[in-house]
């Protein structure tokens, strides 16, 4: 399975992972070596993502990486 797979809007995995705030998911995506660079057809990354949602918790864990 490649973990760094895309849609049609060029969104991965652990983009879904913060869109819908799974923390545990995206804990679990990390240690797996998801790719956090990708940017969906917009250009946000997940990073970007969480930083627009206000979702602090989510944001440490991504810097942690």
């Not at 991965?12 to 995506?29: D, F, G, H, M, Q």
């Amino acid at each position: 399975i490649n973990i760094n797979s895309v849609d049609d809007y060029n969104r991965t995995p652990i983009y879904w992972a913060v869109k819908y705030r799974n923390e545990k998911c995206i804990s679990l995506l990390l240690k797996n070596k998801a790719n956090i660079e990708i940017k969906d057809r917009r250009g946000k990354t997940p990073l970007q993502l969480s930083i627009d949602n206000q979702c602090n918790n989510i944001t440490k864990l991504l810097f942690k990486k």
